[in-house]
């Protein structure tokens, strides 16, 4: 049972102050691009669970209990109330730690083969709860396309947009760890005296996409882990800088970073800026991609 997951791109990330649970009450605007991993359930020689990650980013995924795929196996077999064996392979495309919630997409596709591994039919609305207890990220994993999501970003609500839009991503030496960059954001806030305002969808953006109209989605974009990102990681300034001066639409950090965003005006712009940045040696490398993609998808049920 092999299903392909998209990674998301965050068009608005709106952060209210710090919650007494430690959580931030978010506007999270998804949008999920063409990057995808795969993940592969079979069934396992023994009565345990296997993780075996491959692909670009392997050597920094975990294999043990702590991948999000097999913490997603062993929720839903919880919830099923069977044991959670199962041999998981995943195929990783989706740059680790670089805000494109690469491990929560692992998380849903893996919840979506498993339920079909072990023929479970638990029906969405119960899939996209377990998957909010695994991480804020995971349930848009499963529903893909673009989707506001409120409160730690779980509430979901389907965005209609139009059009495709074309994304060239530059992706840094190393990651951030989304905690440090909440941190760090509010760090930021209390040293400046910035109060935190309460997190509003941005209405302009909506308006963009509803258009799809990419000039205005570019002025649009909005971020405020940016700073904190920036922070975090300096160089991160002068990638954003050079993807503006190349004539990227928008440019923002992607999530809590470090992976720099820039929305091009068409699949052969995106092409142009994806040489151009990295001719300017301001990130590790660049991929293109495209939005809004689907989200977890059965594939093959060999
Ligand atoms: P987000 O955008 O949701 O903040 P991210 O893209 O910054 O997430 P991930 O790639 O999801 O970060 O990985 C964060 C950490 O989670 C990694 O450092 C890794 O150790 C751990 N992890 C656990 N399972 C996975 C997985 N299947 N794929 C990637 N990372 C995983």
Redesign the pocket.
Known sequence: MTVRVPAKVNLQLSVGPPRDDGYHDLVNVFHAVSLFDEVTASRPEKDEITVEVGGGFAG???VDG????ARAAVALAARAGRSPAVRLR?H?T???????????A?AAAALVACDRLWGLGTPREELMEIAAGI?S?VPFALLGGTAVGTGRGENLTPVPAAGRYHWVFALAEG??S?PKVYAECDRIREATGEPAAWPERSEPLMAALAAGDVKALGATLVNDLQPAAVMLCRPLARTLAAGRERGALGALVS??GPTCAFLAESAAHADDLSVALNLAGVCRTTVTADGPAPGATVTSEE
């Not at 702590?66 to 795929?69: D, G, K, P, T, V």
């Not at 989706?94 to 929560?104: E, N, Q, T």
């Open positions: 920094q995924v975990p702590e991948n999000l795929a995943i990783k989706i740059p680790v730690a670089g805000g494109m919630a690469g491990g929560s692992d991480g990220d990651g951030l989304t999530g809590s």
